[in-house]
């Protein structure tokens, strides 16, 4: 069965540094990984995938993650954060093959210090 | 494009009392449909997940349970709530490559 650990529970960062959200997983077959993000008192929000192809995957306001196959890590980057980034990030994953359910890691809170 | 209903978005509900929380779903059929807990500062808990009518497999043994009526409506049930049912249920829709997430409901047991 696939697993996804968040090393970091909550990670503080000033506004304008970079910043990396660690994301490992344990699966047996080929996997697809995903980042959501949710802010305060909103629903999830999808960032970015990896089904195939390229292992760096760039999604939406700037973040970016790669995909490590030989150390089943997805971390999830930004070279500089905003106020606006301060939410829970969700790395996940699913088996590579059609209609697979979908398994969430615990979250990493992510707060930017202005 | 797909779209996922929820309701109530806020609920306050005693100890012991009933749960009845309805997700449906538009834009698609047949989907597989999901059921996540995200309990206060703690990650989301897989609950429920359905790939047909009338098909449920349960992940978490607890009070709570799920049923799928139709293709496009799943609703989480509880027949008595326990203070630790408290927390934001998120109903969820996955396709090949990704979930979608309904608003949610915030559950607060008292």
């Known amino acids: 069965a696939q697993s996804v650990t968040q090393l970091d529970s909550q990670v503080p960062v000033f506004e304008e540094a970079p910043v990396e959200l660690r994301c490992n997983y344990s699966?047996?077959?080929?996997?697809?990984l995903f980042w959501y993000v949710q802010y305060p008192n909103q629903g999830l929000q999808l960032l970015l995938k990896?089904?195939?192809?390229?292992?760096l995957v760039k999604g939406i306001n700037g973040f970016e993650a790669e995909f490590n196959k030989s150390q089943t890590s997805f971390h999830l980057r930004k070279p500089s954060v905003h106020i606006s980034d301060t939410a829970e990030y969700f790395c996940?994953?699913?088996?590579?093959?059609?209609?697979?359910?979908?398994?969430f890691g615990p979250g990493t809170s992510l707060s930017v210090i202005p | 494009s797909q779209t996922i209903h929820q309701w109530p978005a806020t609920l306050v509900q005693p100890v012991g009392s009933p749960l009845s929380l309805e997700c449906t779903v538009e834009?698609?059929?047949?989907?597989?449909l999901y059921w996540y807990r995200q309990a206060a500062g703690r990650g989301l808990q897989l609950l429920f997940y359905?790939?047909?009518?009338?098909?449920i497999s349960s992940e978490v043994p607890q009070n709570l349970s799920a049923s799928r009526p139709q293709d496009r409506q799943f609703i989480l049930s509880s027949k008595k709530l326990l203070l630790s049912d408290s927390g934001f249920y998120l109903c969820?829709?996955?396709?090949?490559?990704?979930?979608?997430f309904g608003p949610g409901t915030r559950l607060t047991v008292t």
């Open positions: 969820a829709w996955s396709t090949l490559d990704r979930a979608l």
């Open positions: 699966s047996s077959v080929s996997v697809y």
């Open positions: 990896y089904l195939s192809g390229s292992t």
């Open positions: 996940a994953v699913s088996k590579g093959t059609s209609y697979d359910k979908v398994i």
């Open positions: 834009g698609t059929s047949n989907p597989n």
């Open positions: 359905s790939v047909g009518i009338g098909q």
